[in-house]
């Protein structure tokens, strides 16, 4: 799943980017180029970040609480600084709830 997401990501060939916790089912996760994403560590997100900076996708869903739990706060603040520099020209934000991210975040 994330392998494939990846490699969509390096081919620019994702229309959008789901990330959720493995608990929850992603919001598209019956369509093979919904670019679902389970980030199980800091180094996962490290790379999902990497490849989401240089990717034009029209959405992004994030969705879980747990979805950045084996991640370290520096790590997502990388990830977001990362999703910040996509080259889209337009993008939907798609978010269920955000308790869990803000907790990770702190203050």
Known sequence: LNQNTLRSLKNDDLPGLWLCDSATICACEDDDDAGNYHPGSSEELGWLGH?????????????????????????????????????????????????GVADKLGP
């Open 51 to 99: 490849f989401a900076k240089r990717a034009r996708f029209g959405v992004f869903g994030l969705s879980g609480d747990d979805t950045f739990k084996n991640c370290s706060e520096r790590s997502i603040h990388a990830f977001f600084e990362d999703l910040g520099e996509c080259s889209y020209s337009k993008v939907s934000l798609m978010v269920a709830d955000l308790t």
